[in-house]
RNA sequence: GGGGCUGUGGGGUAGCCUGGUAGCCUUCGAGGUCUGGGACCUCGCGACCCCGGUUCAAAUCCGGGCAGCCCCA
């Protein structure tokens, strides 16, 4: 009989927020109890995920023209002033630490002020461009409201990406690329289905002319913002003198973009849309391990089992494999232990599959077990892509239905408050349309997301709010 | 932004109201018997979030801090 104890989840996920407080402790993702607000600490099981991320990230970034940088982890407060807006957003989020030779340093919340200044060295000819640089590394933003692990942290582990160009058009065109980059890494690897939305211009960042989130609906119904991309124009290099000579000897500023994904938020993600009942279940592609092979022996064979256990991690050699042949845990034990983990495949091996040459194959997700002759062995790349592609199917699947179409403020409210997404017709995400937002806002508690970002959706029709014409069709939601 | 609740060995809790002995489950360590879906026995280690106040005496009452959880806007 099972007994209740600390090793297993003691929540079933319809219980999403106590099911994701156990399942980053229980599954060793992180451990909060520095007890410092915003702050935690990854624990091996978690960062060889999110290295995983990083590395699947990077070689696409890579293979998209990025060169990789590391920048100051701290930024003097007169780069982080140079630009109004820039400076007015972040003002209250920074970590100012003190002065020293008369100049106060602010932890860096992002990197703007520190690459703009580099490219003004760097640019000097059109032949200098396009420049495409990034960093993995952290960022710290001092939030003031209710934190949560990996969710909402004052701490981010990212990657940002910072872009310089001749023209507004390639600018634009790699705000483009950045969604498409979400889209092939974020979705197709990682599993995670997202609306690329162009924000409100209340909302977007400090310092941009536009920004685009990609925002992914959790179980609980909340939206979550993923990777951002932002056009920053020439408000940067405007900020910091950065200029280059175009093929006419005419001196211009700088077109600028960034793009910053966080591993320790889309990992947030990777935990809630694959995880179940019995813990999390990685995509093929994250999991620190690959295949967990489980020996099952007693004092007499454990020799034997543990030879063919070698045997069969050999024949697996461009993957992780690990044989858990801790003697002290029986085979149940570890059974629930790598599942609470979230290992993709388990191979059990005894004394029935070492007689008859053959292995029993359990599958995370599905929660079937085979067995397979030894001679007819799986081809494992295979398998793991159909695994990773059954993640993604069926977090597609929980995002169909969830955008209802809505006609009024109440409309608004039954569809949020039942963990959906509101469609309306709107009037405008500049300046004009803010009073219709906070009336939204208020009487809903979901906010304005902004518009899809690569298609374009024509409105019929009026303002749901103000009832002047509508010229956007925006998406409403709640969010953490 | 506003309100409420909570903090006891590594984890989960009892005790707090009514001040005086820190109890239980689990984990952990040693030894032994075990090993096909969270095995069992024996022995052992380990705690009152921090600072101040009241008191002969504080886990308990009061004030502040830090941290966490929940609800509302």
New binding site residues.
């Given amino acids: ?10 929540v079933k996920k319809e219980n999403f ?2 099911w ?2 156990q399942i980053i ?2 599954a060793e993702l992180v451990d ?2 520095l ?6 600490v990854i624990r091996p099981w978690g960062a060889r995920i999110i290295e995983n991320m990083y590395k699947i990230y990077e070689k696409e970034l890579q293979e998209r023209g990025h060169e990789p940088t590391f920048m100051p982890s701290v930024i003097p407060e007169a780069n982080l002033k140079k630009e109004s807006s820039h400076i007015k957003g972040f003002t209250p989020e920074v970590f100012w630490l003190k002065e020293i030779n008369k100049e106060k340093l602010a932890l860096r919340p992002t990197s703007e002020t520190l690459y703009t200044p580099m490219f003004k060295l760097w640019i000097r000819s059109h032949r200098d461009l396009p420049l495409k640089l990034y960093q993995r590394g952290s960022v710290f933003r001092l939030d ?6 990996l969710i909402r942290t004052r701490e981010i582990l990212w990657i940002e990406c910072h872009d310089a160009f001749a023209t507004k058009k390639e600018a634009e065109k790699q705000v483009q690329e950045d969604i498409e980059i979400t889209e092939k890494v974020m979705h197709q690897k990682f599993g995670i289905p997202f609306l690329a939305m162009k924000r409100p211009s209340w909302d977007k960042f400090a310092g941009a002319e536009y920004t685009i989130g990609s925002d992914v609906l959790m179980p609980d119904g909340k939206l979550i913002q993923q990777p951002s991309t932002h056009l920053m124009g020439q408000k940067f290099s405007k900020a910091f003198d950065a200029k280059f000579k175009t093929e006419n000897g005419k001196e211009e500023y700088l077109w600028t973009t960034a793009y910053g994904p966080a591993m320790s938020r889309i990992l947030v993600s990777v935990i809630s849309m694959h995880g179940d009942d ?2 999390l279940i990685l995509p093929f592609s994250l999991s620190p391990v690959s295949v967990i092979i ?1 020996p ?5 064979n ?1 020799e034997k ?1 543990l030879k063919y256990a070698e045997e069969i991690k050999n024949k697996l050699k461009d993957f992780e494999i690990k044989i858990d042949d801790r ?11 790598w ?2 983990k979230g290992v993709p495949f ?1 191979i ?8 008859a040459k053959t292995l ?1 194959l ?1 599958i995370r997700d599905t ?1 079937k ?1 085979e ?1 397979i002759s030894l001679k007819k062995f799986p081809d494992l790349k295979k398998l793991g892509e159909q695994f990773d592609e059954r993640l993604r199917k069926n977090a597609e699947k929980m995002m169909e239905g969830r955008i209802v179409n809505c006609k009024t403020a109440v409309e608004i409210k039954k569809a949020v408050d039942n963990s959906k997404i509101a469609k309306v017709n709107w009037c405008s995400l500049e300046e004009a349309g803010i009073k219709c937002a906070e009336s939204v ?3 809903t ?1 979901a906010e304005i997301r902004g518009t899809l970002a690569n298609k374009n959706e024509k409105p019929l029709g009026k303002c749901i709010i103000c009832g002047k014409k509508a010229n956007e069709v925006v998406y409403i939601g709640k969010s953490y």
Avoid: C, Q
Wanted: charged residues 40%; positive net charge.
């Fill in positions: 009989m099972k007994k209740e104890s600390n090793e297993g989840l003691t927020s106590e994701y407080s402790d229980k909060i109890r007890d410092m607000k915003g702050f935690m003031t409201k209710a934190t949560r692990p019995k813990g489980v099952i022996f007693t004092t007499a454990k089992i003697d002290f845990y029986t085979p149940g034990w570890k059974f629930h232990e599942e609470l388990r059990e091996i005894g004394e029935k599959e070492l007689k029993t359990f929660g077990k067995i806002e208020k009487s508690g």
